[in-house]
């Protein structure tokens, strides 16, 4: 049992890793992008742009700026700021003979490495005094960011302690076992990408400054392989960044991934086109590490070629040769196994000449391939049939390309009928094609109408158009027609649009529609809402005396009151008051106009003016009822 238990886990390692192999590499033209990335950030306005553009192209292996301007210009920008002071000495160091020592940035330095500061600024203080060539405590600043760990232990925090504790003297394992913790926060996207919130930035400080923390402590990171892949699987597929900041540290960690003794990830991408044709048979994969360096001398095998339709095997266990002029292009004649026409996914193993136990996806890389044939359109017939079948349909038997010599002429009681079988020029067996249509175009008006054909049993595609039955279509435009067969499919090479015959073809007369409504696209008449007329007032006479009858109660009231007298002491004169009263009227005067002029539309714009200071005053009056109440009670 125990002697199974290391199988197990191997054959659980291949799984996991099987299919993540990253297919892209940063080529010549992502290199020269990040390049002008570098380059447009002179000239440079704070010492943080300095630091990412001179270190950025000193990772491609391009020339710095000149080192004398660009030190005087990191003089003018750079700040008694801590992350300032860091990025200007970082330019400095590359630049080589630069010195921006200052006295007072030792003790904006010194001061920040304390526990109560962050992770970020006891790391910059940290590198900086490092760069400047000051002296700097060890120990003080591993106790600083451990205490600082605790009070912020997100990722980010861990991968500038990580950068930090690359450059720390003495013990660094605490910092060390920290990394399996903090890689197992990542997020997995598509079974396929990790990162951390935070996105490219964040990723790339981590993991790259894991793989330093792990050259200096001379031992693996703890990240597991296919880990490791879907990080570089993140990386590349965030190869377009173009903000300064994020192009500097991707290109950071994509180096320290090609570069570190412990992990290289390798990239195997498709060289070739994706299709596999008779003049170009061969599949070419190049096999790189994520920078696009050769890799050594290497044994490339097709494991297998598996076609995605009926999952047929037409490869297995056959050796790339190497590219005499390209030793990191290897080439398989696919054409070779006779394979059937279709898409195949091939799977790619890689194994090193010189055992080199670094490499990470050496099994299990994927590349998609298709096989394309050309394609001959054999036994076509084309003519006119009666819709009752009472006679034999009048056909013509073609050779494409040529076109028929007379017009077809059918009219409302016909129809036109098609047949036509597509065969496999290599193979020479039938075959259909997703792509089969059959566009009739007016020559006067040239409107297309297009047609689907069907296949049979026999794989013969058939076409059948009813006249009269199809005759909306054609907007019941008689006159002639150009007849087209159109083929194609993603695995043909040869499609083709034939112009088969001219046909004439007659609607019933008076079935025309107007122009307008035959095409359902045009312009219609805009649309005007009106109003309904408002009904007939009646005579002023009656309208008066109905306003008589519902104001005499009314004047009922004003009478009584007059007799037993009216009490208005309790009427508070405040403004909220007044000013609720007169709001009050006012919303019965808007509804006297509503009667008289206005429409419905026009009062609620005007009620809903009325109703802002109504309530506000309402409020403040049935708050100030409520508190004499309660003052009396």
């Known amino acids: 049992m125990a002697k199974v238990l290391p199988f197990v886990g191997l054959l659980s390692l291949a799984v996991t ?67 300032s002071i860091y990025h200007a000495s970082e330019a400095a160091k590359v ?82 076992d920290n990394i399996e913790d903090v890689v197992a926060q990542a997020d997995e996207v598509d079974e396929k990408y990790l990162q951390f919130d935070g996105g490219l930035y964040v990723t790339a400080l981590v993991v790259d400054g894991a793989y330093k923390l792990a050259e200096k402590n001379n031992k693996a990171p703890t990240i597991a392989q296919d880990k490791v892949l879907k990080f570089a699987n993140y990386f590349l597929s965030r190869k377009h960044v173009h903000q300064l900041k994020s192009a500097y540290y991707f290109l950071c960690v994509v180096k320290s991934l090609t570069t570190n003794k412990f992990h290289i990830p390798i990239a195997v991408s498709l060289a070739s086109p994706v299709a596999v044709t008779q003049a170009d048979p061969a599949v070419k994969v190049r096999v790189t590490d994520l920078m696009g360096g050769s890799l050594g001398d290497l044994t490339v095998t097709a494991d297998s070629a598996r076609h995605l339709g009926d999952d047929a095997v037409v490869i297995s266990k056959k050796q790339f040769t190497v590219a005499p002029s390209d030793k990191s292009l290897y080439e398989l004649n696919f054409l070779q196994a006779k394979p059937a026409k279709g898409f195949y996914k091939l799977t790619i193993n890689i194994a090193p000449k010189q055992a080199n136990s670094k490499l990470l996806g050496t099994a ?168 309904n007329q408002p009904e007939k007032r009646p005579p002023a006479s009656l309208s008066l005396a109905f306003t008589a009858l519902v104001l005499s109660p009314f004047l009922i009231l004003l009478v009584l009151w007059l007799r037993i007298g009216v009490n208005i ?54 708050s100030s009822i409520a508190s004499k109440s309660a003052k009396k009670n």
């Not at 490495?113 to 600043?141: E, P, T, Y």
């Not at 009427?571 to 006297?592: E, K, N, T, W």
């Open 17 to 83: 890793v099987y299919g993540l192999i990253p297919s892209t590499y940063i080529t010549g033209a992502d290199k020269d992008r990040l390049k002008s990335v570098f380059q447009s950030a002179a000239p440079y306005a704070d010492s943080q742009s300095a630091h990412f553009s001179i270190l950025g192209l000193k990772l491609l292996g391009e020339a710095a700026p000149n080192a004398q301007d660009a030190c005087k210009t990191l003089s003018k920008v750079v700040e008694n700021k801590v992350a």
């Open 95 to 176: 630049l080589g003979s630069c010195k921006i020592t200052v006295p007072e940035f030792k003790q904006t330095l010194t001061d920040a490495i304390k526990d109560d500061s962050s992770v970020q600024d006891i790391a910059f203080a940290f590198l900086a005094l490092k760069n400047l060539g000051l002296l700097v405590d060890d120990a003080a600043v591993s106790k600083s960011l451990m205490a600082a760990l605790k009070t912020d232990d997100s990722p980010a925090s861990h991968g500038y302690a990580f950068l930090a504790a690359a450059q720390l003297k003495g013990d660094v394992s605490k910092f060390v």
């Open 364 to 531: 299990g890389a994927e590349a998609s391939v298709k096989v394309t044939t050309q394609v001959s359109v054999e036994n076509v017939e084309v003519g006119v049939a009666d819709k009752d079948q009472a006679t034999a349909a009048r056909t013509t038997r073609l050779v494409h390309p040529n076109k028929a010599a007379s017009i077809l002429e059918a009219d409302y009681h016909q129809k036109i009928v098609m047949k036509f079988q597509l065969k496999d020029k290599a193979g020479g067996q039938l075959m259909t094609a997703h792509q089969t249509f059959v566009r009739l175009t007016n020559q006067d008006t040239k409107q297309e109408i297009i047609f689907v054909t069907e296949s049979d049993s026999t794989l013969t595609n058939k076409f059948d158009l009813d006249v009269g039955a199809n005759a909306k279509d054609f907007g019941h435009k008689s006159g002639k027609y150009t007849m087209e067969l159109i083929v194609g499919d993603a695995v043909i090479e040869n499609p083709f649009s034939w112009t088969v015959a001219d046909v004439s073809l007659t609607f019933p007369e008076g079935a025309a529609v107007k122009k307008d409504q035959a095409n359902q696209y045009a312009k219609k008449p805009e649309i005007q809402h009106k109003f």
């Open 569 to 622: 002491s309790n009427f508070p004169m405040s403004l909220s008051a007044i000013g609720f009263h007169v709001c009050l009227g006012g919303v019965f005067v808007l509804y006297y106009f509503y009667w008289i002029q206005l429409n419905m539309f026009q009062t609620l714009r005007y009620l809903g003016i009325l109703a802002i200071p109504t309530f506000f005053f309402g409020n403040r009056l049935l």
